[in-house]
């Protein structure tokens, strides 16, 4: 099964631009999706289909992915974002899910 | 309010057994296919198991093959996992999720747009 890598942390001051990756060593013919996760929370569906935004999650939330690296990039980040950001894909024919590790978003 | 309820967590022994439940409301569950998701305390989330509406197809992870089964009562719209032979590494959270529908959905697992808030199991003597 594939594996999903994530930098364990990342810090931005208020207002700039928060960038997490997630990279696999091969990620087939499925999207990547985006959790946030704040503490004591169930996860919260940021992106899905690599970079479709659901109903209700702010613009400032955008995804990319590009061969085996898949970004999660907020604009403009708030206070509220600080949580833990999960990527999520699957296998080639979407029989086995794979979270990656989580990345801590800190703002300073 | 669209939501899912899980229950039936708790303390239990190595090796026993326990069954989890996921209640639906303000959705028909039959539209749409679930998963199984667990986070133990301070790590990462940890896809279980899917089942699709029909419950024709069912996936499960490694870790649980054999052990875990999932299940629903689509007239009750509610959705199970039997948990046998437990491990104190299966102390966990343990999260119902739905799969996203419409043009989200691709077949398989795939985005999970509803979660519930969890039921804690805790696998210990």
């Known amino acids: 099964s594939s594996e999903l890598t994530q930098p364990p942390s990342v810090s931005v001051s208020p207002g700039q631009t928060a960038r997490i990756t997630c990279s696999a060593d091969?990620?087939?013919?499925?999207?990547v999706y985006w959790y946030l996760q704040r503490p004591g929370q169930a996860p919260i569906l940021v992106i899905y289909?690599?970079?479709e935004r659901p109903s209700g999650i702010p613009e400032r939330f955008s995804g990319s992915s590009s061969g085996t690296t898949a970004t999660l990039t907020i604009s403009g980040v708030q206070a509220e974002d600080e949580a833990d950001y999960y990527c999520?894909?699957?296998?080639?024919?979407?029989?086995?899910?794979?979270f990656g590790g989580g990345t801590r978003l800190t703002v300073l | 309010e669209v939501q899912l309820v899980e229950s039936g967590g708790g303390l239990v022994q190595p090796g026993g057994s326990l069954t989890l439940s996921c209640a639906a409301s303000?959705?028909?569950?039959?539209?749409?296919?679930m998963n199984w998701v667990r986070q133990a305390p301070g790590r990462g989330l940890e896809w279980l198991s899917y089942?699709?509406?029909?419950?024709?197809?069912?996936y499960y992870a490694d870790s649980v093959t054999g052990r875990f089964t999932v299940s629903r009562d689509n007239a009750k719209n509610s959705l199970y996992l039997q948990m046998h032979s437990l491990r104190a590494e299966d102390t966990a959270i343990y999260y119902c999720?739905?799969?996203?529908?419409?043009?989200?959905?691709?077949?398989?697992?795939?985005?999970?747009?509803?979660w519930g808030r969890g039921t804690m199991v805790t696998v210990s003597s």
């Open positions: 999720a739905r799969n996203c529908g419409g043009d989200c959905y691709l077949g398989g697992v795939g985005a999970l747009d509803i």
């Open positions: 303000e959705f028909t569950l039959s539209h749409y296919s």
């Open positions: 089942i699709s509406g029909s419950s024709a197809t069912i």
């Open positions: 091969a990620l087939p013919n499925q999207y």
């Open positions: 289909k690599d970079s």
């Open positions: 999520q894909s699957a296998d080639g024919s979407g029989t086995y899910g794979v």
